[in-house]
């Protein structure tokens, strides 16, 4: 019989378990949220090399649970921890993640534990604190859940200084409601181009009254029934409010700005509006170009920083701003630990500018909606206000809730769309819930 064959009589180290690349990708994209400041889907797609096709979802929903309850899952360790160690950002990311799949995850604890255990012991920093991550994460295992039961208040799992935000604009009762909704990960929600009924049954899902098709994801969305020939997009419910603003738009020439990835310039084009999409990212509006091929739509592509955009006028300009995307954080949880107080005066600047711009782009007598995924009101009914002072031609054209088969509680009492995070609940909290958008709907004089 031969012989294994050892070269030099070494022994090759053991592989390392199958679901350890994944934990190592995910302790990353977490570092990169917490230490950095790094929007996580920007990081995994710069780290879509190092995973694997399969490994894909399980990574963002790693990392993304463990940014969805970073409070909560900081508070548990800290239970079992008599000092805070110093062993480095990849330690806090591996009692992190042990943790977060223990307590949160379909994961077996004794694999949870050592996957922890063996992320540490592959960083200089960390690698001195093993043991210590397996004593803590076997003792979440055996005691975490009772800690869990006695941490109910939801607002755990925000910054401090968003939660006053959201107390201040809404009411304490209210921003306790939002903060729950984000405990959450947000359903999967698709525009249809036509028959939301069908394609609700067709998918297993429900048909809400604003139009948009609910369902609970499973799998990769190309795989999906109706995404190869184009039938829908994802977009969620409450980003598919605005476009709908402008009534009936066939034949209407109509400015999209800051247009990227698509979801409204392709609800424009399928109402069969004449659309220009602008925006200054070319990636994205790659992505725009694709979403427009898949659905067999067309619009005209404006790769160009809207302040320099001299097209027009338009019968209509929609102008989806770049904002905190505060009212994002079911979708992307990382936005609550990666935007600073100060990004919310500095954007809320650019949006003034770019709503003065989008007026000087509508025909006289045309319309403007002007929307944005944020919580906070410097970057929605304060923009408004101030755009109303400044130029007297323009007026407020107040939104009907039965129009966009909205519930009467989305529209303020100035008439504008104001959805939360906490709005359209439902018994099962995976189907409930709408993205925090402000929209304003304007006539330019
Ligand atoms: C909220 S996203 C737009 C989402 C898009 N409307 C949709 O429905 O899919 C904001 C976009 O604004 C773009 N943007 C930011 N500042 C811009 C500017 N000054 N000129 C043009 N585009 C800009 C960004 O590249 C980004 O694609």
């Not at 598919?240 to 609800?267: E, F, H, Y």
């Amino acid at each position: 019989m031969r012989k294994p064959n050892r070269s030099a009589g070494r022994a090759r180290p053991p592989a390392p378990p199958a679901g350890l690349a994944p934990r190592r990708v995910a302790a990353d994209l977490i570092e990169g949220v917490l230490y950095h400041g790094r929007p996580l889907d920007e990081a995994l797609e710069a780290a879509l090399g190092a995973v694997a096709e399969r490994d894909r979802a399980l990574v963002r929903m790693l990392a993304a649970t463990v940014l969805r309850r970073h409070g909560t899952l900081r508070a548990v360790v800290g239970t079992f921890l008599t000092r805070a160690p110093k062993g480095g950002p990849r330690l806090d990311a591996a009692l992190l993640l042990g943790a977060a799949q223990i307590l949160f995850l379909d994961v077996p604890d004794h694999a949870a534990v050592d996957l922890s255990v063996r992320l540490a012991q592959a960083d200089h920093a960390a690698r001195h604190y093993a043991g210590l991550v397996n004593a803590v994460l076997r003792k979440v295992a055996a005691e975490g859940q009772a800690v869990l039961a006695g941490l109910t208040d939801p607002a755990l799992d925000t910054p401090d200084w968003l939660m006053a935000r959201w107390r201040a604009a809404y009411g304490a009762e209210i921003a306790a409601t939002i903060a729950e909704a984000h405990r959450h990960e947000a359903a999967l929600d698709l525009t249809v181009k036509a028959d939301a009924a069908g394609w609700a049954e067709r998918l297993g899902g429900r048909s809400l009254p604003t139009g948009t098709v609910r369902l609970l994801a499973k799998g990769p969305v190309p795989q999906l029934a109706g995404f190869a020939e184009g039938a829908w997009w994802v977009q969620d419910a409450a980003a598919a409010l605005p476009a709908r603003l402008l009534g009936d738009v066939r034949g209407l020439r109509i400015a999209d700005l800051c247009a990227a990835p698509g979801g409204k310039t392709l609800q424009l084009a399928s109402a069969g509006a004449l659309v220009t999409a602008v925006d200054r990212a070319e990636s994205r509006l790659d992505r725009l170009g694709q979403n427009l091929g898949r659905t067999g739509l067309d619009a005209e592509i404006v790769c160009a920083d809207v302040m320099d955009f001299a097209g027009g006028p338009f019968d209509a300009v929609l102008l989806d701003a770049p904002c905190s995307a505060t009212g994002t954080i079911r979708r992307h949880p990382d936005v609550a630990w990666t935007k600073r107080p100060q990004d919310i005066a500095s954007l809320a600047e650019l949006q003034a500018a770019l709503l003065d711009r989008a007026v000087q782009l509508v025909k006289p007598g045309g319309r403007l909606v002007y929307c944005t995924c944020s919580l906070e009101p410097e970057e929605g009914p304060d923009q408004i206000e101030a755009l109303l002072a400044r130029r007297p031609g323009v007026t407020r054209l107040p939104i009907e809730a039965a129009a966009i088969g909205a519930d009467p509680a989305w529209i303020t009492a100035a008439g504008e769309l104001r959805t939360l995070p906490c709005h359209l609940p439902d018994a099962d909290p995976r189907l409930a819930g709408l993205d925090g958008f402000f929209a304003a709907r304007l006539a330019i004089g």
